[in-house]
């Protein structure tokens, strides 16, 4: 079915204006500007007020954005010549309040026809306000799972409209992946959401985020740009003593989204979280991840890959902090870029005082697969507690190893063939630990379908 743009406010866009030789450019951006205008007091009380919420959630959005206000767009110095959001135009962008795209909600629907097992929730957050008006209360208010220094995230924690929560209650132990899957916002639209996974103590799951495209491409009149939608979503994880999550997630919105995602992960006493992230999708993609490693024992693993062409530009945040004695950290950043696209991987480990025996590391690598291609890494260490088993980084960026092509082409592999095994091997690190079958497949289709157009344009233009 052939999707309707949402309909444009008086003030046109000036990048979806036909252009004209007397139409004037638009005003030229810095790099670090934001390019929407929407958050706002009035916003925050609509949202409160149309959702029928408590006055103290509605307290929540306000002090939220009283701190949105007051924050930079980047707190880190050492990361502030990395922030480039010009190809994002979204000055014109509506929020969704009560209403959202199309595909929403059909993951709920999917989880509520099979069944879920006995001590499992996975709901929205009106339902979970409803069912666990204390619980609900008590991990949202005051912003604790989300990092109080980051402006975008304080943009999720006053200005989200839908939500999903998924609850395993202590000593459940869950088969079957929960499969949670957010479309992308409309064109002209903003859509922000939270997800909140909490963990009792002993409990296991694994949890496969799908962000996908809400619809098919939009075709408009010759000289008019489709406006760029805006997805902003938040993963909150609350992981108690023992618990183990497994969490995955697949982007791969079309080429007009524009998405900013936070992750952010309080670890208890002995307990475990995987990440296994994949980028694919989008115009514009700012991610942020925050393990807080708070429990004695507890470990995180996190490998997450990019794969980049056209001129997407992909820039990539994880903060892992040490504050429990003998954690453990291994944090795994790839990049493949091909045409003009461009990637920042970025990280930071710290490990406060009272991490006796912390064991952890840092690698973010890139493969440039075009010579217009760009890829930054930037690892970094703060060690305040000597007494480590490991603290360690490592980083690189190039092009495609020479003696791995030439070992593959000696053993009759075409030279083409031999490029596309190195570069999805490359990135098979996060494939292999996404924990649902269908999901892996689906990822490595998506990736190999992105390799097959990429070369194809390639060719075209030489």
């Not at 995987?274 to 004695?296: I, K, T, Y």
């Not at 406060?352 to 952890?360: H, L, N, P, Q, R």
Request: a negative charge; hydrophobic letters at 40%.
């Amino acid at each position: 079915m052939t999707q309707t743009p949402a309909p444009l406010p008086t003030t046109a866009n000036p990048a979806a204006a036909t252009p004209t030789a007397a139409s004037p450019r638009p005003p030229r951006r810095h790099p670090a500007d934001l390019p929407f205008h929407f958050p706002g007091r009035d916003l925050a009380e609509t949202l409160a007020t149309e959702r029928g919420e408590p006055e103290w959630l509605r307290a929540e959005r306000v002090a939220a954005w009283t701190a949105y206000d007051a924050l930079p767009i980047e707190a880190n110095q050492l990361y502030t010549p990395y922030i480039d959001l010009r190809a994002a135009v979204l000055d014109e962008v509506r929020p969704y309040v009560l209403d959202g795209p199309p595909g929403l909600g059909d993951d709920l629907r999917a989880l509520r026809a099979a069944g879920l097992p006995k001590g499992v929730h996975v709901e929205t957050m009106g339902e979970w306000l409803e069912r666990d008006p204390e619980g609900f209360r008590a991990v949202l208010e005051g912003g604790g799972t989300l990092p109080a220094t980051d402006k975008l995230a304080q943009l999720a924690r006053g200005f989200w409209s839908h939500g999903r929560h998924v609850q395993v209650d202590a000593g459940t132990k869950l088969d079957q992946p929960v499969v949670l899957r957010w479309p992308s916002a409309s064109p002209g639209r903003a859509l922000i959401t939270r997800t909140v996974v909490t963990l009792g103590k002993g409990a296991s799951a694994s949890v496969v985020e799908e962000l996908v495209p809400c619809g098919p491409d939009i075709d408009c009149a010759e000289g008019q740009a489709v406006p760029q939608g805006f997805f902003h979503g938040t993963t909150e994880v609350l992981l108690g003593e023992g618990a183990t999550l497994a969490m995955a997630s697949i982007q791969d919105f079309g080429p007009g989204q524009v998405a900013f995602q936070h992750r952010h992960a309080t670890i208890g006493e002995g307990a475990t979280l995987h990440w296994a992230l994949a980028q694919l999708g989008g115009r514009v993609v700012r991610s942020r991840v925050d393990n807080r490693l708070e429990g004695d024992r507890s470990s995180v693993e996190q490998v997450e890959i990019v794969f980049a062409a056209d001129d997407q530009l992909f820039d990539l945040t994880s903060y892992t902090r040490h504050l429990g004695r003998d954690t453990t950290g291994n944090l795994l950043s790839k990049g493949a870029l091909l045409d003009r696209s461009k990637s920042f991987l970025k990280g930071m480990i710290t490990i406060e005082k009272s991490a006796v025996g912390t064991d952890s590391y840092l690698g973010e690598f890139g493969m440039n697969l075009s010579r217009a291609a760009r890829a930054v890494a930037i690892p970094s260490l703060e060690i305040d507690q000597p007494d480590c088993r490991r603290a360690a980084h490592a980083s690189s960026v190039g092009p495609i190893d020479e003696t791995q092509q030439f070992y593959l082409e000696s053993r009759g592999i075409p030279r083409d063939e031999a490029r596309k095994f190195i570069v999805l091997g490359f990135l098979e690190p996060v494939v292999a630990r996404v924990p649902l079958e269908s999901a892996r497949d689906r990822l490595r289709d998506l990736l190999d379908a992105k390799w097959a157009a990429g070369t194809a344009e390639a060719a075209s233009a030489a």
